[in-house]
């Protein structure tokens, strides 16, 4: 260990087999980036601005397209650098910093998508109780619950990393800091933070799907059980768009983080990656804009009268 010298430095390689393509493909982050930010803030403005929106499940939306903006733009702004140049370089330190506030945004999305079935499962099978149970109050609350439980569970694995010993090599065929490829750079033993890693994307990942879609089985059976056809429209129109997001976003971190790392090739791990990290921010606004009802009213509204949209 003496001769040895320590990392100070990683180099990420990200997509440096695509030579004449790389342009291309930097173009198309830098789109669907800008879709990403603009999209999502949209979102932030009409749920803020638009009184007919001043409900609870568009407060957590708000806060998931905050969630959203943020996780892109902790992997898509030196992702794009690293396409340009084909490859880039950072320090160990800024390297496991951006894998911290990866991974704690992608947590606090996780349980704000379980909130978020939650107001759906009180509004459409607890009407009665909902207004009294879903208060500001009590949104607040559990807003700041998913945000705490992001940053720390998130500190659980990144406080054990900085604590490995990196020797070389310092090269990760990857286009961002993210778990498995870091601690392989790992000269010292990674068995328990891999056994800890594992229990909390149970915590993270599972847990919250199956609670999600125990929800959704009860308000599947709600609607079913309705007489009109007009209730049963509107209460699927609610819901529809934010299943289709849990479908979207839990599938890929779920095949990311809970699969064996030697049953999945690197090529298509960094694809589920880019999807994961740079498209599906993007398609959560164009998905709540096209399939909920209240969203689109909002946006007609606006373009109709874009100087009235404070008296919407």
């Known amino acids: 260990m003496e001769n040895q010298t320590m990392v100070t430095e990683i180099i990420l390689l990200g997509f440096h087999h695509l030579h004449s393509m790389r342009h291309l493909l930097f173009s198309i982050i830098l789109v669907v980036y800008c879709l990403t930010i603009s999209g999502n803030f949209l979102i932030i403005v009409l749920v803020s601005c638009c009184r007919h929106l001043h409900f609870p499940m568009y407060f957590f939306l708000t806060q998931m397209s905050i969630s959203d903006i ?125 056994i800890e890693a594992l229990f909390l994307s149970f915590v993270v990942l599972i847990i919250p799907f199956l609670m999600v879609m125990i929800s959704y089985i009860y308000i599947a059976l709600t609607i079913s059980k309705m007489p009109s056809s007009s209730g049963k429209k509107k209460a699927f129109s609610t819901c529809s768009s934010h299943l289709t997001v849990v479908s979207i976003y839990y599938g890929t971190p779920i095949s990311i983080y809970t699969v064996p790392t030697n049953e999945k090739s690197l090529s298509a791990s960094r694809i589920l990656s880019m999807f994961f990290t740079v498209v599906t921010p993007m398609l959560n606004p164009i998905i709540y804009s096209l399939r909920n009802n209240d969203i689109r009213d909002a946006l007609k509204k606006i373009n109709a009268h874009p100087f009235i949209i404070g008296n919407i």
């Open 70 to 194: 943020l996780l892109t733009t902790c992997i898509a702004p030196h992702m794009l650098s690293i396409v340009n140049h084909e490859g880039g370089i950072i320090s160990l330190k800024a390297c496991i910093t951006q894998y911290y506030f990866f991974a704690a945004f992608e947590t606090s999305e996780c349980f704000l998508l379980t909130v978020m079935s939650y107001d759906r499962y009180l509004a459409i099978c607890n009407p009665l109780q909902y207004n009294s149970i879903m208060d500001h109050a009590f949104c607040i609350k559990l807003i700041v619950i998913c945000w705490l439980l992001g940053f720390l569970m998130a500190l659980l694995t990144a406080i054990p990393i900085t604590q490995l010993v990196f020797c070389g090599p310092n090269i990760i065929d990857h286009f961002f800091c993210d778990f498995d490829p870091l601690l392989n750079l790992a000269c010292s033993d990674t068995l328990i933070i891999h």
